[in-house]
Every structure is written in structure tokens, then in C-alpha cells.
């Protein structure tokens, strides 16, 4: 009741609240019109209800404003619901302007409360039974995991023993020594007094003999 708004010919109020649309039976040519009427909402999870309760005037099909009620705020006793005036605001172009006042009344009847709540710890008890299930199958993989990682670090040492074991063998075996010896020079006329050497070169060495003088021989 209390919705104080000019040139209203068709006068309704409807109410959303957790994915449910109810609404009252239209009233004409009245400022203040008074409904008494009860809309039934029913909660989807009385474990996790929705706190927000949102309230619309509309004038026929045009909406007048809205209004929105946090359940939360209030506590709700069944010998005393408490009188809620939800205030009505016309937001249009980012500008909010104080339309009216939608006075309602919220009681709450918890039906079959005990049997949702015992169907509610149940689910929870599979759930955790079902969740052990699952850490308790991580942990063997994990196991198998790991055994299958030392299996083959295990196996991969072995073979890098073995390779080097093999490498270390065949470098032994192909292990070769030259030895080059230079016994005489010929050819070669040298000046009065002259010594020389001979500089050999084999795969990236070299290798050189130590003065000598020359000879006729």
C-alpha cells in the first residue's frame, strides 16, 4: 500500500525473487491502493537462500520504478513477520528519483525443514566419502608415479654407466700413438756456419727437431 504517483490508470505491483515472478491483481484510478493480497514464493535451497527480494510498480505494462529488499536485514519470526515499505525508485538515464512506497509484509513457513536438512547432510556425506575416494586414488597414482620415476632414472644410470664404460673402452682401444723420427737430411746447401731444424706437422701439432749444424754429409 502507499505508492504515491500521478496519472495512474492501471496500477499493479510485482515481485522477483529466486527465479520467480509473482504478482498482484491490478487496481485503477487509485494513488493509494491497499491489495492484501499473499504471493507465494517457494525457496529453492532453504540451506543457501537468496537474500535480495526486488518489488516493481507498474501503471499497465509500463514499470514505474523498483525497489530492492535484502532478507537478510531482518529476522523473521513466525508469530511477528515483520512490515517492510520497500521505497520505489524510477532510474532513467543514470538519474534515481523517489517515486512512492510499497509496504509488505514477509513471513516465512519452513515446510518438511528437517527432511530437506537430513537429505542436505546426507548429499554432503556422499560427497566427502566420494571426495576420500578420489585422494585416496591420487595418492596411489602419485606412488605409481614416483616408483615408475626411479624405475627409469635407475634404468637411465645404468645405461649412462654403460655407454661410458663402453666409450672409455674404445678410447683405449683406439688409442694410437705416431712417432716420427727424422734421420738425415739431403738436398740442402746451406751458407758458412748454418744450423737448421725440422718442423713437423701432423693433425693440428707440430713438433720440432733442435739445432744442428750443417754438414757436407
Not at 509500463?62 to 513466525?78: A, Q
Not at 525508485?89 to 513471513?107: K, N
Not at 751458407?191 to 713438433?207: P, R, V, W
Request: include cysteine; proline fraction near 4%; charged fraction near 25%.
Amino acid at each position: 500500500e502507499g505508492i504515491d504517483v500521478k496519472a495512474i490508470e492501471a496500477l499493479h505491483v510485482q515481485v522477483l525473487y529466486d527465479g520467480q515472478v509473482r504478482k498482484t491483481s491490478t487496481l485503477e484510478d487509485t494513488f493509494h491502493p491497499i491489495w492484501n493480497e499473499t504471493l507465494v514464493f517457494f525457496i529453492q535451497d532453504p540451506t543457501d537462500p537468496q537474500e535480495d527480494l526486488v518489488v516493481e510498480a507498474y501503471n499497465e505494462s509500463i514499470m514505474i520504478g523498483k525497489g530492492t529488499v535484502m532478507l537478510s536485514d531482518f529476522e523473521f519470526d513466525p508469530e511477528s513477520p515483520p512490515i517492510v515499505d520497500v521505497n520505489i525508485f524510477d532510474e532513467f538515464l543514470h538519474h534515481s528519483a523517489h517515486v512512492g512506497t510499497v509496504r509488505i509484509q514477509i513471513s516465512v513457513q519452513m515446510n518438511n525443514f528437517e527432511q530437506i536438512m537430513a537429505t542436505r547432510k546426507d548429499q554432503i556425506s556422499k560427497l566427502h566419502e566420494e571426495l576420500k575416494g578420489l585422494r585416496t586414488l591420487n595418492e596411489t597414482l602419485q606412488e605409481q608415479l614416483m616408483l615408475r620415476t626411479e624405475s627409469s632414472h635407475a634404468s637411465k644410470t645404468n645405461h649412462a654407466d654403460d655407454d661410458s664404460s663402453e666409450g672409455e673402452e674404445s678410447l683405449v682401444a683406439c688409442h694410437i700413438t705416431f712417432y716420427f723420427e727424422v734421420l738425415k737430411v739431403t738436398g740442402l746447401k746451406p751458407t758458412a756456419d748454418a744450423q737448421c731444424y725440422c718442423l713437423l706437422k701432423f693433425n693440428k701439432m707440430s713438433e720440432r727437431t733442435s739445432l744442428v749444424p750443417f754438414t757436407d754429409t
